[in-house]
């Protein structure tokens, strides 16, 4: 029993590292978001002409950068913690 | 959905584009990675542990729906259809995703079982449950191919690639990342995947509406344009089924997609379901698909607009074959339109979508197999290592048939036809077997066996004799709604006739499965149940619902 306790606890952890899709998201949106921009900011009249002349590697660049901060800051301010027992009802299946 | 193999349909990517690209394929795999040391069990693999947060498995529950058919193929249907294309989205999809969290997600979560054909090996007999792990199997491995064929046309026509190096880079990328991290990955990638496409199609719906004069200019070019003013009504044309470009009227959206096929696909389709099983907890599995239905409101924005946008900008759009088919709509815009930087995010968004579908589709079909196949008939009682084993090896397995199967793919001219076919066969009788099941404890085992297998046959026969001339339809469209028609009737009687020759279960046996007996919360208990509205399924669901009839209001 008490080593049933130690592995349910270790997969929790192991969940709870995973559950950072945040800081995938947040990550690759802040990359992408710093290339779109700088791509933007020296772009060719004739790339503003194609885009009808809207700067939108420029205003996506922004977008995407500031999507993937606020994902980053969500994870800053709200942490990934192993999930309060708690928060798991008792349908929770077991996981075999 | 095809693209002619001589297409000169041709992005010019620069070196940042394949960067992005390149970035985006180098996190898909680091995801993998990460994933696969976490995996301590086969619950792990196939279900992620059951440990996910409800908006996590509620995106990549629309995540997995946004593959190759849904991007191409509703641009092209706004295209051809033109705001009549909502309905796929709205009475199609939504109310089918609410049905599934309220009503049906408590027999699937709670009665814990793995899979949708385990449900109905507990709910009927082994035969029913043979024959559906079975033709889901063939059903899964058969859209893979789509998926992955749709995934080598796109390489093919932007990036100049061959069709068969396509498929094989394709295949290879989708087999490290699902081999590596299971469902884990797969669901975490889909997510991903979801803010990518967003990322891509947002620039494209942005530029295109500046180029038409907002959506005023849009509509009014379309009023004058070939499509006319019945594209831009939803419903107020439906009344005869001539007065529209669908080729529909009202009865027929409304049952035949609002019903027997949306409730079909989105309630049985096990890819699907399987994203809600596993979620952390009862509640949350019950959210996911209801909270699916929010972006799924709204996808609309970012297909069917450009759609109707190539409709009236790109001159020629509609023919047979040809760079310019309807199919083609999306990309031509993009190459229309978008200027390096964004281009790169908008095709790694479309290979994206295209890697999406087919991973629920392979990670659907390794469960399966396992689950109910290998592990319930072919070698019972083995260690959880040995079927984690087995899972892996199902997916290389799947993965390579899919590659068989694209090639098969790529000798039919209309993919979307094809797919429409699959779901008709499959999904229409399955959701007939299902909602009687579910509902009337009396339904015997062998009741559930027969209907699921005279349903089939009712849509096969039907089918058959629309290609070889002995029925005709007015469309394929028309020919795959009759087929789900003829199919959930079929099934519905055949489950109501046996029921009275056949012995049926004991209540005890039914407990958690059957509407009605108690054993698992159902839906009566939860309305109660929940201290923050924002966390009730009923009240979710109740405010998508209520949503997408107000969005039907202005495109009345």
Known sequence: ?96 | MVLAAESGLRLDLDIFDYLILVLYFGTVLGVGFAARRAIKTSADFFLSGRSLPAWVTGLAFVSANLGALEILGMAANGAQYGLLTLHYYWIGAVPAMVFLGIVMMPFYYGSKVRSVPEFLKRRFNKPTHIFNAISFAVAQVLIAGVNLFALALILDALLGWQLWVSILVGAAIVLTYITIGGLSSAIYNEVLQFFVILAGLIPLTIIGLVKVGGIDGLFEKVRQGPLGEAALHTWSNTGSSADNPLGANWIGILFGLGFVLSFGYWTTNFAEVQRALSAKNMNAARRTPIIAAFPKLLIPGVTVIPGLIAAVTITGLGAKEGDLQFNNAIPLLMEDLLPNGVLGIAVTGLLASFMAGMAANVSGFNTVFTYDIWQAYIKKGRSDDYYLRIGRWATVGGVIVGIGTAFIASGYGNIMEYIQQLFSLFNAPLFATFIVGMFWKRMTPWAGFWSLLLGFLASLTLYVAYLTDAITFNSALEQSFWGAGVAFVTAVVVAIAVTFFTPSKPDDELRGLVYGLGGTSNGTVVVSGEKVWWRNPVVLGTIAVVLALLLYIPVW
């Open chain 1, 1 to 96: 029993m008490a080593e049933n306790d130690q592995v349910d606890e270790k997969k929790l952890s192991a969940a709870a590292r995973l559950f950072d899709v945040r800081r995938v998201i947040g990550g690759l949106f802040v990359v992408y978001g710093v290339i779109v921009t700088l791509i933007g900011l020296f772009d060719s009249q004739a790339e503003i002409d194609k885009a009808e002349g809207v700067r939108i590697n420029l205003w996506m660049g922004i977008g995407m950068l500031v999507l993937g901060l606020l994902f980053l800051l969500w994870l800053r301010l709200n942490p990934p913690e192993p999930p309060d027992p708690s928060d798991i009802d008792e349908d929770r299946p077991p996981s075999h």
